[in-house]
């Protein structure tokens, strides 16, 4: 894998095997950019949420996802944005509720991209 990709790259052309890692996961995963752009969503989060991956990336979550999920992971990725640390809560105000992990991206010292 060429060494000058950045991580967002590289998650964008994962290997099949980390593809087929994530797809077997029993839990949603999506990944971000800096911004809450969609690089990346497993099976189980198309599932979740009624996406398609092809059809959802490069879209802001708040077009993707209900409000109020959307726009917890907003105000999450803004906290991270400004201290670069993983954190996690629920979204109380929908049902069922969710909990939420983001983890920050971190390339040479910037935020690149979120995991929830």
Do not use: C, W
């Not at 917890?72 to 809560?89: A, D, E, M, W």
């Amino acid at each position: 894998m060429d060494k000058k990709l950045s991580k967002l790259e590289r998650i964008r052309n994962f290997p099949d095997k980390t593809r087929t890692a994530l797809a077997y996961l029993d839990e949603p995963v999506l990944i971000t950019d800096s911004e809450g752009i969609l690089v990346y969503l497993n099976p189980k989060a198309e599932e979740t949420f009624g996406l398609e991956l092809r059809l959802s990336v490069g879209r802001d979550l708040s077009e993707l996802l209900p409000d109020a999920i959307a726009e917890n992971l907003h105000k999450g990725i803004k906290q991270i944005q400004r201290t670069q640390k993983s954190l996690k809560f629920f979204i109380m105000d929908i049902s069922p509720r969710y909990q939420a992990h983001l983890n920050p991206i971190l390339e040479k010292g910037k935020l690149s991209g979120v995991i929830i």
